[in-house]
Each structure stands twice: as structure tokens, then as C-alpha cells.
């Protein structure tokens, strides 16, 4: 399984963007993914899962209401969503997979590169 992170950038605080986590090599749909994030000179940090039914957990309450995530199966895809984005929200994230289950520690067998965010006026 190879992931591929994209959809990062440069937004304005206050801003949205929409992260994708596109998978090949195997079907997405056999995983749960999770979104971490790594700021830099700080550990990697869970910010939310989601079941291959759909179902999802958020872990941080720095995140909660303003990240979500999905997953598309038929597009091999998964989503995460930033609204209402903040300068301590920058960072590089990260989507990871699992064929056991959600995790708030980052022992994900498989991992994504990674897409910069950056919020900043």
C-alpha cells in the first residue's frame, strides 16, 4: 500500500483547505486511516480516524469542530478537512493506514510523505 498526501499550502488564518490521501497497491477500503501532524520540534500528533464503514474519532480538542475527515472507497481517497485554520495549526500532515484499527500513537505500518500547511497572514 502506498499513500500519497496532497492538497496542502500557504492559507490565511481563518481559511479552509482540503487535504486528500489518495491510496494504491490495495484497496483502501481494507483500512482504517488515520491524519497526523508534526509541527516542527514537536512529536506527531493524532488529529483523527476513520473506519473503513465510515466511522471516525477526533482526538485533540485543539481540532475538534474544525477537522474532518472522510474517505471515498470507490476512489481509493481519503479526506481531511480544515476550517477555520490557525497560525498553530501549521504543520506537515500526514495520512497513515491500518488493518486493525484507529490509533492515537502513530504506529501506523503505512504512511503518506506528507503535504505542508502553513497559516500565516
Known amino acids: 500500500l502506498q499513500l500519497v498526501e496532497s492538497g496542502g499550502g500557504l492559507v490565511q488564518p481563518g481559511g479552509s483547505l482540503n487535504l486528500s490521501c489518495v491510496a494504491s497497491?490495495?484497496?483502501?477500503?481494507?483500512?482504517?486511516i488515520g491524519w497526523f501532524r508534526q509541527a516542527p520540534g514537536k512529536e506527531r500528533e493524532a488529529i483523527s480516524c476513520?473506519?473503513?464503514?465510515?466511522?471516525?474519532?477526533d482526538y485533540p480538542d485543539s481540532t475538534k469542530g474544525r477537522f474532518f475527515i472522510s474517505r471515498d472507497n470507490a476512489k481509493n481517497t481519503a479526506y481531511l478537512r480544515l476550517n477555520s485554520l490557525k497560525p498553530e495549526d501549521t504543520a506537515i500532515y500526514y495520512c497513515?493506514?491500518?488493518?486493525?484499527?484507529?490509533?492515537?500513537?502513530?504506529?501506523?505500518?503505512?504512511w503518506g510523505q506528507g503535504t505542508q500547511v502553513t497559516v500565516a497572514s
Open positions: 497497491g490495495a484497496n483502501l477500503n481494507r483500512f482504517y
Open positions: 476513520i473506519s473503513s464503514s465510515g466511522g471516525s474519532v
Open positions: 497513515a493506514a491500518s488493518r486493525y484499527l484507529c490509533s492515537p500513537v502513530p504506529n501506523y505500518p503505512y
